[in-house]
């Protein structure tokens, strides 16, 4: 059974910046899709950034400012956050899939097969 737990939310100065985590336990070491989504209050959950082995993907509104990353020897997916906005502002999910597709995963976010519970991330103006 995966298990995804994300920390490292609070809140932020515009412009600041901020790097949240997500631990994950029970999945396979073979290729797969690491993957953050956010969800503002009142909006549709929406996918930021994707990795799966070395290839990333990024929303157009975090191009240039967010980076994602996986440490595979501490079974832990980063999301760097830079420049923050308070359009940034929102819970912030991790998800996981076997699939190494990552692209069509996040068109399709109800595939994933494992969501972790949030973090919070606050930024003010």
């Known amino acids: 059974q995966v298990h995804l737990l994300e920390s490292g939310g609070g809140s932020e100065q515009s412009g600041g910046s901020r790097r949240i985590s997500c631990v994950h336990s029970?999945?396979?070491?073979?290729?797969?899709?690491m993957a953050w989504f956010r969800q503002a209050y009142g909006k549709d959950r929406e996918g930021v950034a994707a990795?799966?082995?070395?290839?990333?993907k990024y929303a157009e509104s975090v191009k240039g400012r967010f980076a994602i990353s996986h440490d595979s020897a501490k079974n832990t997916v980063y999301l760097q956050m830079n420049s923050l906005k308070p359009e940034d502002t929102a819970m912030y999910y991790c998800?996981?899939?076997?699939?190494?597709?990552?692209?069509?995963?996040?068109?399709?976010?109800?595939?994933?097969?494992?969501w972790g519970q949030g973090t919070q991330v606050t930024v003010s103006s």
């Open positions: 998800a996981a899939d076997l699939s190494g597709d990552c692209g069509w995963l996040m068109r399709h976010r109800k595939y994933f097969a494992s």
């Open positions: 990795i799966a082995d070395t290839n990333t």
């Open positions: 029970g999945l396979p070491s073979s290729v797969h899709c």
